[in-house]
């Protein structure tokens, strides 16, 4: 198995944060290499498989969809695949939240939602300038990479990014409200801040840490974007989906975005992104942002059949219940470990543990991995062990999995 892994990574280089080993299958929460170890899966495929994998529903309906020649392409033409996804789409997760979005479809993959997003933004607006956020992430293509924190991923090649305003987060400065200082900067002619098309966000940052903003910040932000006509735009890439315990991460604040982006786990395991966007600032001509892959019917199909969960009025409260299991937890360890004074961070379920040092971290990781777990971490020295269960996991491999870490953290703080 390692002579293949050395074969792949040295002729089509792989990915970074590779786990050594050969995947084969996955159903559910487990994974199965080549030589049928089974791992226990907390990291959901970077967020894609909230539904966990090979999804029952959405391996039927896909198997259903290809033996009746449904395989086909959609960007301008509508589609059964299309409509099914869109109705059920809005009977069950727009109409029951009287969310009045109109849906865009913006390719496979999340920056390709950033992108529109914040192309929208400045034509609905006429302004060009964008405000992020410290440790924020939206992507790497060069629109989203510029609203992205960690200079670890930027290079003066890539252009300048004179369109983008990054303020502290919430809680980035400890207690201080730092919403204050976006109201300070819009009302102050000489702050050097040019009043913003958009804001843009994530409510909880995955890549970043798991830094999870309040109510109280979110509300104070979309006030300030609502009294001065800039556009609010969500990132539920990584926290939608059902993430932090509802549909839209934004639900239980009361906020109400003038733009979503969503992606990861919409597609129900396949590649899928889009726009919600408010009907009265949706000002796209037909074809003015368009793109060849913008609407998967094979991942309409996966998609339609995964937001069945939310029919089910149970699906909250079990996540709800998985959620307590992962914070007792997390409560116990950092108490176990007052000492090296660790951190918990998060919601629903996207929790982090915050071990403060990049290579204690990685040591964990890879005794996790040998035990059979994947777990991975985030944040700027990738210090944070990243929790990332799919909703659907069962309780006892959640368990299971709990205990692996707890082993491997014992073994690695000696
Ligand atoms: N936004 C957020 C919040 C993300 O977490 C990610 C991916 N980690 C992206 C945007 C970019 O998505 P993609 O990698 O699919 O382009």
Redesign the pocket.
Known sequence: MTDQIEHIESNVRGYAKLFPTVFDTAIGSTLCDQSGKTFIDFFCG??TLNYGHNHAGAKEALLRYISRNGIQHSLDTVTTAKIDFLTAFENTILKPRQLDYVVQFTGP??????EAAIKLAKKRTGRSHIVAFTN??????LG?LALTGNRYFHNDLYGSHNDVTHLPFDRYLGDFDTSAILAKMLSDSSSGLPLPAAVIL?TV???GGINVASTQWLRKIAELCTANDILLII?????GNGRTGKFFSFEESGIHPDIV?L??SIGGGLPM?LVLIRRDDDVWQPGEHTGTFRGNNLAFVAATAVLKHWDDPHFESQIETRSRVIQAWLTETCQRYSSQSFDRRGRGLIWGLDVRCGKLARQIIDRSFDAGLLIEASGADDQVLKLLPALTIEMPLLVEGLNILDRAIAASIQ
């Open positions: 970077a967020g993959t999340g920056t390709n939602a950033v924020a992430y939206h992507g790497h293509t989203s994530e940052q995955g890549e990132d539920d890439i990584q926290v982006c992606s990861k992104s």
